[in-house]
């Protein structure tokens, strides 16, 4: 974001009282203050990091902010705002003190944009849509709304919003949250229902996932028979490219980059399973490498974790399991499975460790999938994340929120440090959000409350 001071307009104008002395002095004291204010600048940047993407800065669920946690009572006092935004499980994004989310009300989606101190609304922008997708089928007691985090591009200062009914829309943050393009999926493209998988029952929650920016691509997971993703020109919503790969969409929080042997991919888990597709030049959305995964429910709701060229998937049902998946340009091969899973929080792969929270928080050693400990008691709903003090944030059930011990400090054992329940009493599928010393939580219901975090 572009900020602008002007520190006086007079300030070039020579002032001489018996010479030169005064204003040497004068200059020195103006040095000295734009010292100050530049040691201020940077450490206000420092420790407060922006949220711009769909897990967090980096979309892997780490942080370079601290937890604040010095003791007793974690956060300390009471919310600082609350506010409910309507239905919803898509999370926050906070972005130069801004904080932008969605939620669905009365046969709208609203997204809004409120000051991330106060709460206090700045804009919204709405449209009429339907509380489900228009290929919904089951599980409708447990969701509502807008399920896929929006993504901001820092270079334009726009943002894009995916509907759970296939709402594509391009927002300018610039102008109040101006519309500047959009388009349905279901209707360009005649998206059809996911189909069913062996005898499960019959599964599609409409469109989860976020969309990724990649230069000057919007690359979304469309899941057609023209494309499982599809990459659109981010300021003009024009079809660039579509996959080679063509199978239904997957439920997970979004596509995620990442690079391998030099060139750059995205992965994502698809119905079938993981895909990774190329993104340089004259090779876009070219397959380098699946593996099969698929679930009886056709539901992968975890994002996939990225580290390096390695990718971590996770999903319970029949499968009941978490896999590591080294990749190269020749192909996929997995590197160890071990039958611990989580359905729904996404993994962190941190110092050579491996957290998630599914009705426990798990440790697991990166390298070998050995279980290090677990404990706790979080429930279906959670996500977590880690901060620059190596401390597990983690955020479940229907508002339990805790800070743990990574094994950096703990090795053996899981060792928590602070507990608060009760914050709110519906399943928080949205994901726990750090940003400016402030902890954003958010429920299904659109209840969102923010807590200051100690210095």
Request: aromatic letters at 8%; proline letters at 5%; a positive charge.
């Amino acid at each position: 974001m572009n900020q602008r001071a002007d520190h006086g307009r007079n300030m070039d104008k020579d002032v001489s009282v018996g010479g030169g002395p005064v204003r040497q002095c004068r200059d020195r004291i103006v040095a000295a203050g734009l010292l100050v204010a530049c040691l201020i600048a940077a450490g206000s940047r420092a420790s407060a990091e922006d949220w711009p993407h769909w897990r967090g800065p980096q979309r892997n669920g780490v942080v370079a902010e601290h937890s604040g946690f010095k003791g007793g009572t974690w956060p300390a006092g009471e919310a600082a705002w609350n506010k409910n935004v309507g239905q919803g499980s898509s999370s926050p994004l906070v972005v130069a003190g801004r904080l932008y989310t969605m939620g669905w009300r009365d046969g709208r989606d609203t997204l809004l944009c409120l000051d991330a101190a106060t709460g206090n609304e700045i804009w919204h922008q709405s449209y009429p849509c339907p509380r489900f997708g228009r290929r919904a089928m089951g599980d409708e007691g447990l969701y509502s709304g807008p399920q896929s985090t929006p993504e901001y591009d820092a270079a334009t200062r726009l943002l894009y919003t995916l509907s759970i009914d296939g709402d594509l829309n391009c927002w300018d943050t610039a102008t109040q949250g101006r519309k500047a393009w959009g388009l349905n999926l279901y209707q360009q493209y005649d998206v059809p229902r996911r189909p069913q998988h062996r005898r499960s029952g019959h599964r599609d929650y409409g469109y989860t996932t976020s969309a990724l920016v990649q230069g000057e691509w919007l690359i979304v997971e469309v899941g057609d028979d023209e494309g499982t993703l599809m990459a659109f020109d981010k300021r003009s919503g024009s079809r660039v490219w579509t996959s080679e790969c063509k199978d239904p969409a997957g439920h997970t929080g979004g596509p995620v980059p990442i690079t391998v042997e030099g060139v750059p991919c995205v992965a994502v888990l698809t119905y079938q399973g993981l895909l990774v597709a190329r993104l340089d030049a004259g090779n876009e959305g070219r397959t380098v490498a699946t593996y099969e995964w698929s679930t009886d429910f056709a539901n992968n709701i975890a994002t996939p974790a990225v580290h390096r060229n390695s990718v971590l998937i996770t999903s319970g049902y029949n499968r009941n399991a978490i896999c590591r998946i080294d990749v190269s340009l020749a192909g996929a091969r997995k590197v160890w499975e071990q039958p611990l899973h989580s359905k729904i929080c996404s993994p962190v792969v941190h110092q050579g460790h491996v957290y998630w929270s599914w009705q426990k928080v798990h440790c697991l050693d990166f390298a070998t999938g050995q279980p290090r400990w677990s404990g706790g008691n979080f429930g279906d709903a959670g996500s977590c994340l880690i901060t620059a003090d190596g401390k597990l944030i983690v955020w479940g059930n229907r508002g339990m929120l805790a800070l743990v011990e990574t094994a950096a400090a703990s090795p053996a054992k899981y060792q928590e440090l602070a507990r608060r329940t009760n914050v709110f009493s519906s399943d928080v599928w949205p994901h726990v959000v750090l940003s400016g010393r402030r902890l954003y939580l958010k429920d299904r219901d659109g209840n969102l409350k923010c807590f200051v975090l100690k210095d």
